[in-house]
């Protein structure tokens, strides 16, 4: 069959491409044709020039920070975010704004003394009441043609554009990220809702199956049901809008309990999606307790599938919980599960030195280390390790850190106390074992929860800071004999996220294509920066459920498949 073409494809290829094609396959884009003719000729008053913005993905660019307009944008959107602090937020069911007897606070990590914003703890009842509203409100919103599904993310992308500066100030308060990281993850958010909703019209229109004389046979794919979103504090936009859009625009209504970390990001998204005019009950938004809130809606025998990204930890207890065929349960529950790794970058004696050293420092302290994907293990060849780790000290300690509304930082804080303080103590057991402190090691200033950028060295294998996911801005540099001795050191965790080899030599790339077990790896490239549609992004072993965000299977998670076939008289 010819690959999906959009009305727009199909309309300005005309006849001239039909009468190239065999009887059949003229057929099935004529009927194509006439279903994207019918779906957006109802919906838009002008069909053609909606249509041409659709007809190619492509990502969104980033902000130029060297225009002053654009630096003055953002420091007016972070002033107003400042002026906000201490504002009250509702939970939302139903288009229903309600509070909650007990407040949830969510913090400055730059200055923890700052309320960025009060919200609701959620209750038992709040997460009954919500998947009561969500599971009648799935029963009409199942029924929405997909293209129409697929237009409010287009306007809720528009409005995001519009809205930029103002997530971006949110996050760099909310979360401590710097400008550059909240601006690539507003712009990530906005790939994930520009790629989702072409990815539900190509599955709306595919016909995957092959045709038995006398019959017309068709596989079509519906929505699962009632989703609970649970999504993190360290992409609290992007990847919160994409577990999210990717859910609903397939059809299914949805539950979203933000990190309590991140809740004000959280409340950003919700308001796009309600000037997008997306009908209420559609997305109710649920702050609280994992306790009270998540386990509740987990193990509830009415809720379909959890779209999780997080820890080792809570997502074993979700996969676990999740499993569990309670009375009234119809059905087996899907999981969704994206749960960090512990993420090695090979250095080859035959790399490009400066690459890869450049490479290590990027993927190590983006977001002072505090990313999935995120390089805490550089693996280097004992022939260029010395000069490595010199060079590496070098470039680290020239990193600043600071609050990260100030643009001349590249480190801000870690999320949390509770953080900054594991962190520390896995720094100091990484010295108790024999690990050798090269750089960091310390706080960066005692008003914030700030952590220098940490290298160990001389760290074994199997030693702690080796094997355990830290989440912080924490690198340990192990010494590997050779290029085999390196591979075997990359893929001895339980993790499987995502790993980059550094050299020239082909015979090594090619086998690191084959051996090294991870989802997302790149090669001669840094290991974090994962694009929507270019590097579908999920990984393997306690990495989760390979879900491949951003990917051409992604949507199939929220979706089931239903083969029709239907007698020809």
Excluded at 401 to 426: C, F, T
């Amino acid at each position: 069959m010819e690959p999906f073409l959009s009305y727009h494809d199909i309309k300005k290829e005309k006849i001239t491409n039909l009468e190239r094609m065999t009887d059949k396959q003229a057929l099935i884009q004529t009927e194509a044709l006439l279903r994207a003719t019918k779906w957006f000729t109802t919906q838009n008053s002008k069909p053609e020039t909606k249509l041409m913005k659709l007809t190619k993905f492509k990502n969104e660019p980033y902000t130029d920070w060297s225009k002053p307009a654009n630096r003055k944008k953002q420091e007016l959107a972070i002033a107003k975010i400042e002026k906000q602090f201490g504002k009250e937020y509702p939970n939302i069911i139903g288009g229903e704004k309600l509070t909650a007897k007990e407040k949830l606070h969510s913090l400055n990590p730059s200055n923890p003394n700052q309320v960025v914003g009060v919200f609701q703890k959620g209750t038992v009842d709040d997460a009954l009441k919500a998947l009561k509203v969500a599971e009648k409100k799935f029963a009409e919103w199942s029924k929405v043609p997909p293209a129409k599904r697929a237009d409010y993310l287009f306007k809720a992308a528009k409005i995001m554009r519009k809205r930029r500066f103002e997530s971006n100030a949110t996050m760099i308060i909310e979360v401590g990220k710097n400008w550059m990281e909240a601006d690539g993850d507003t712009a990530e958010a906005i790939d994930f809702l520009e790629f989702y909703g072409r990815e539900m019209l190509r599955y709306a229109d595919q016909k995957a199956a092959v045709q038995l004389p006398g019959e017309k046979d068709e596989v079509v794919y519906i929505p699962l049901g009632v989703g609970i979103v649970i999504p993190p504090w360290n992409f609290p936009f992007a990847i919160l809008a994409g577990m999210t859009t990717a859910a609903v625009v397939a059809g299914n209504t949805v539950i979203l309990k933000p990190s309590s970390d991140s809740p004000l990001t959280g409340m950003r998204f919700m308001e796009v999606m309600e000037e997008a005019g997306l009908p209420a009950g559609v997305i109710n938004f649920v702050a609280g307790p994992g306790s009270a809130v998540g386990d509740t809606l987990i193990k509830h025998p009415k809720s379909r599938f959890i779209a999780f990204t997080g820890s080792k930890e809570v997502g074993i207890h979700i996969n676990t919980e999740a499993a569990k065929v309670l009375p009234g349960q119809i059905w087996l529950k899907r999981v969704v599960a994206e749960m960090g790794g512990k993420d090695s970058i090979i250095v080859d004696s035959e790399a490009n030195f400066e690459e890869a050293v450049a490479g290590v420092t990027v993927s190590a302290f983006g977001f002072q280390g505090q990313k999935c994907s995120a390089c805490s293990r550089a693996i280097v060849d004992a022939k260029i390790y010395d000069k490595f780790v010199a060079a590496l000290k070098k470039r680290v300690d020239a990193i600043p850190v600071g609050e990260a509304k100030d643009l001349s930082n590249y480190m801000g804080p870690v999320i949390n106390k509770g953080a900054m303080e594991n962190i520390m103590r896995y720094i100091e057991v990484a010295q108790k074992e024999g690990g050798k402190l090269v750089s960091g090691g310390v706080r960066a200033s005692e008003d914030g929860y700030f952590i220098r950028p940490t290298v160990i060295a001389n760290v074994e294998p199997k030693a702690t800071i080796s094997q355990e996911e830290i989440f912080g801005p924490v690198l340990a540099v192990i010494k590997a004999k050779n290029f085999d001795h390196a591979l075997e050191i990359a893929n001895n965790t339980e993790y499987g996220l995502t790993g980059a080899v550094y050299s020239k030599n082909k015979k090594k790339i090619e086998r690191a294509r084959t051996e090294f077990h991870v989802g997302n790896l790149y090669l001669n490239r840094k290991c974090t920066g994962a694009m929507v549609g270019a590097h579908p992004f999920g990984g393997f072993n306690m990495s989760g459920t390979d879900s491949k965000a951003g990917g051409r299977d992604y949507l199939l998670l929220f979706l089931q498949a239903k083969s029709i076939a239907t007698k020809i008289k």
